[in-house]
């Protein structure tokens, strides 16, 4: 079984910044074998996709929404973590946010069927 905790989240001004975090433990979990994602929901609105990372970083994926605006990284150390930086938030980006795990590391899927792992998620809210 993975486990995966969000941290990050808060009420900011649009144009301000937050960095998300997702931290993954399991018995099961190893950093090298999960890709990883990030997805939002927002009031009202469908799960969409926000951003993933194969299991070495060097393929990202971004909605178009936030490209340009969001950056995926992660920490494959025992730390096990992903991170999310969010620049120039705008009102639009207010959502929850999950974060999600996909047992296929070497994949960067936009596709939430494929992640099986999901964490809790963090509420992001941007004022105007």
């Known amino acids: 079984q993975v486990q995966l905790v969000e941290s990050g989240g808060g009420l900011v001004q649009a144009g301000d910044s937050l960095r998300l975090s997702c931290r993954a433990s399991?018995?099961?979990?190893?950093?090298?074998?999960?890709?990883m994602g990030w997805f939002r929901q927002a009031p009202g609105k469908e799960r969409e996709f926000v951003a993933t990372?194969?299991?070495?970083?060097?393929?990202?994926?971004y909605a178009n929404s936030v490209k340009g605006r969001f950056f995926i990284s992660r920490d494959n150390n025992a730390k096990n973590t992903v991170f999310l930086q969010m620049n120039s938030l705008k009102p639009e980006d207010t959502a929850v946010y999950y974060c999600?795990?996909?047992?296929?590391?070497?994949?960067?899927?936009?596709?939430?069927?494929?992640?099986?792992?999901w964490g809790q998620g963090t509420q992001v809210t941007v004022s105007s």
């Open positions: 999600a795990a996909n047992s296929a590391g070497y994949s960067a899927s936009d596709d939430d069927q494929r992640y099986e792992y």
């Open positions: 399991g018995r099961t979990f190893s950093s090298y074998s999960y890709a």
């Open positions: 990372i194969n299991w070495s970083g060097g393929i990202t994926r």
